[in-house]
């Protein structure tokens, strides 16, 4: 199976702290990982990295046999989609926002009809409603849930969750989890819910 993404020999501290020393992971295409360290040990630091948030001190990281740098940092972010914890997203009604989302240069390309967003709605138990509404309205979980949407209607290659179940109930966690195993992505997972542990599925990088 084809290495898609390489973290090699990352150093990193923050005001003193060492968060990654030598750290080394290589994720192969389609591959579901957990990632599992401490709190404060750098899990959500992993991903500002892939994205190019946040450079490390030392050592590389390989998307797709192309080197993270500064005149390569828009392949990688085309190429990743990132549901945050908080899913911050700006306070529009929910249709008008993925269609600004979507009008993006990026995105530009994906077809994005109201049938085709309403049907992955109801597979995550929205009713038809929820389009008219304002992001300020929703709940933590239903603003988790919207989140995943996104990502899943961007169809990027790689997706990053960082705690995308922890506002849900077991019935929808169950739902979240068994869709993102059957896709042919490669998802790295931030989350302290044991239903993603419990699957063959998932890898777990552990530090």
């Not at 968060?19 to 991903?47: C, R, V």
Request: one cysteine or more.
């Amino acid at each position: 199976m084809i290495i898609l993404i390489q973290f090699k020999n990352i150093h990193l501290s923050f005001n003193g702290k060492t968060l990654f020393k030598d750290f080394n992971m290589n994720i192969k295409k389609g591959e579901k990982i957990l990632l599992n360290a401490p709190s404060g040990k750098g899990k959500s630091t992993l991903f500002k990295l892939l994205l190019g948030f946040v450079k490390p001190h030392k050592g590389e990281i390989i998307l797709d046999g192309k080197n993270l740098e500064k005149n390569n940092i828009t392949y990688f972010r085309k190429n990743i989609a990132y549901v945050s914890q908080d899913v911050d997203l700006r306070n529009d009604k929910v249709w008008d926002l993925i269609l600004e989302i979507f009008s993006y240069k990026n995105n530009r390309h994906i077809e994005i009809t109201k049938d085709k967003v309403l049907d992955i709605f109801k597979y995550f138990n929205f009713s038809e409603d929820i389009m008219e509404k304002k992001v300020s309205e929703l709940s933590g979980g239903e603003r988790q849930r919207l989140g995943l949407i996104i990502c899943i209607l961007m169809d990027r290659h790689v997706w990053l969750l960082d705690e995308v179940t922890s506002g849900l109930d077991k019935e929808m966690k169950e739902k979240v989890v068994d869709y993102v195993l059957k896709k042919d992505k490669t998802v790295l997972i931030i989350s302290h819910d044991k239903i993603w542990s419990k699957s063959d599925l998932i890898r777990t990088k552990e530090w």
